[in-house]
């Protein structure tokens, strides 16, 4: 029965780095001369039996077989070094901070940033996680181990970012001042104004990129500090 898995894994396994190609190259050189040589001593066998000398030069077995075996030597030993490296121990700061990031950026949370349309109003206290995040400075929130650092630097930017654009483009809803809307009180429904389909827009993106930040950033962090 074909399995795609399986052969799909095995290709990554002789082609996924550098040196397993090398290993993969020479063991095809190999089965080449092994298959060569094998043709090479029938062929000699052949004239052998009617005591005639082979006109095809016989290329000992055992070079075949060597440079075979050389190259899957050589594959196995660049997928062991490609195998994924288990991550050190996480350090006690990086796993509370990464347990008060979850706090603030909960799935729910998440939902918003992926789903919300900022042509709708939306209450004035959904995005105060962002706010929250967006002004952790300094080295209490930042974590110890350098590549779960990189990642969550970008989200705390984008969360900046995105912070700056809310309070720049939205204002008080005027029937609800508990919610926030990025549309006038003039606002045309049929001819919205250019700058409001721009700023729209903008508040969208930013949103989808703070979501696409926060999505890498849980994707190394998960693998880096395996906590509950």
Known sequence: MFDKDFWLRLAQILWGSSLTKLGSSIAVIGAFALTGSLIETLIAS?????????PVPNLPIWI?????FTGIAV????????????????????IELLQRYRGEFTEGRKDFLRDHNFWDSFDSAVLDFVTEVAYWRGAR???VDDQVEAPFSVVKKR???????????T???RVAPNRQTALPDNHDEWQPHPQIVKSVNELNQA???LLAAADEFERVSKFRIPIV
């Open 46 to 54: 052949a004239f052998a039996y009617y005591d005639k000398p082979s």
């Open 64 to 68: 075949g077989f060597s440079v075979f």
């Open 75 to 94: 594959s196995i030993l660049g997928a062991y070094w490609q195998r994924p490296l288990a991550p050190k121990e996480p350090n006690p700061h990086d």
């Open 141 to 143: 929130f930042e974590f």
């Open 159 to 169: 969360a900046q970012h995105f912070d700056d654009l809310v309070g720049m483009k």
């Open 171 to 173: 204002w008080p809803h």
């Open 207 to 209: 949103a989808r990129e």
